[in-house]
């Protein structure tokens, strides 16, 4: 403040010029400093005019929107999901990523663009529906879509939210996209074995039904088969259950056997 005041006093001029005060009640403020010189009519310099305004209150304003500020943008950078802020018809306005190799192609490509012009004609139509939604109801959750990026094929989950009120022409939506490729090995991994035991079981259930045919005893067909009685018995339960013959007296093996004259 006295350097302001020394240049003021020198005849210089200021407008707006931020400065940190200390009160003499020992607070702190923020303040304004304006000044120009006042000449007489031969130009003489006779002093200088000065305002001062407080700006405390909007410079506490500014600290905490740059707080704010600062807390998203570690956030989204903390986000493992890929973000992208984009309009009714599919334009994309923002882009935020923890990686670039997580982008389909990099945001030169498609800022700006809208999704059409961009990523294959399938996957459009999935993101475009699943936008329609949220155009409606204000959110969209579950859609998933695949797409070869650098990493290879690759699998994801869209979540959509209107940003705003609703059904207004120029609506803006926060589109967060989940990479669920781990997830959807495992689902496939999962049906593999899954698919895998089906045809053991029903394997095993052709041997058991055979020697039930040969009118082996449970015990006897334990052995050959290595296994428990118990489970001989489980899986004559399931043989008669899938014959309709759960609840009758109708003995399995005559009906195996009525069935293979039959065929």
């Given at each position: 403040?006295?350097?302001?005041?020394?240049?003021?006093?020198?005849?210089?001029?200021?407008?707006?010029?931020?400065?940190?005060?200390?009160?003499?009640?020992?607070?702190k403020?923020?303040?304004?400093?304006?000044?120009?010189?006042?000449?007489?009519?031969?130009?003489?310099?006779?002093?200088h005019r000065a305002s001062i305004h407080d700006i405390t209150?909007?410079?506490?304003?500014?600290?905490?929107?740059?707080?704010?500020?600062?807390?998203?943008?570690?956030?989204?950078?903390?986000?493992?999901?890929?973000?992208?802020?984009?309009?009714?018809?599919?334009?994309?306005?923002?882009?935020?990523?923890?990686s670039i190799d997580r982008l389909y192609v990099p945001p030169s490509a498609f800022m700006g663009k809208k999704i059409a012009d961009v990523i294959p004609e399938e996957t459009t139509r999935i993101i475009m529906t699943a936008l329609?939604?949220?155009?409606?109801?204000?959110?969209?959750?579950?859609?998933?879509?695949?797409?070869?990026?650098?990493?290879?094929?690759?699998?994801y989950e869209l979540s959509i939210a209107m940003m705003g009120e609703k059904k207004q022409s120029d609506n803006q939506?926060?589109?967060?996209?989940?990479?669920?490729?781990?997830?959807?090995?495992?689902?496939?991994?999962?049906?593999?074995a899954y698919d895998e035991l089906e045809a053991r079981v029903l394997e095993r259930t052709a041997e058991l039904a055979d020697l039930v045919r040969e009118g082996k005893s449970a015990k006897e067909i334990a052995s050959l088969l290595n296994c428990s009685?118990?489970?001989?018995?489980?899986?004559?339960?399931?043989?008669?259950?899938?014959?309709?013959?759960?609840h009758q007296k109708t003995n399995l093996r005559t009906h195996l056997l009525s069935l293979n004259k039959n065929s």
């Open positions: 403040m006295g350097r302001l005041f020394i240049e003021a006093v020198q005849g210089s001029s200021g407008n707006n010029v931020e400065c940190r005060v200390v009160c003499k009640d020992g607070r403020k923020w303040i304004t400093v304006s000044w120009q010189p006042i000449c007489d009519e031969d130009g003489c310099r006779l002093g209150e909007r410079k506490l304003m500014e600290d905490q929107l740059y707080n704010t500020n600062e807390r998203l943008e570690a956030m989204l950078s903390a986000l493992p999901d890929l973000m992208f802020r984009i309009d009714q018809d599919g334009c994309i306005h923002e882009c935020h990523f923890s329609g939604e949220a155009a409606t109801r204000g959110s969209h959750h579950g859609a998933t879509y695949s797409l070869t990026v650098p990493k290879g094929l690759s699998w939506f926060i589109v967060l996209i989940r990479d669920i490729t781990d997830r959807k090995q495992l689902e496939e991994d999962l049906k593999k009685v118990r489970s001989i018995e489980f899986y004559k339960d399931n043989i008669r259950r899938k014959l309709g013959l759960t």
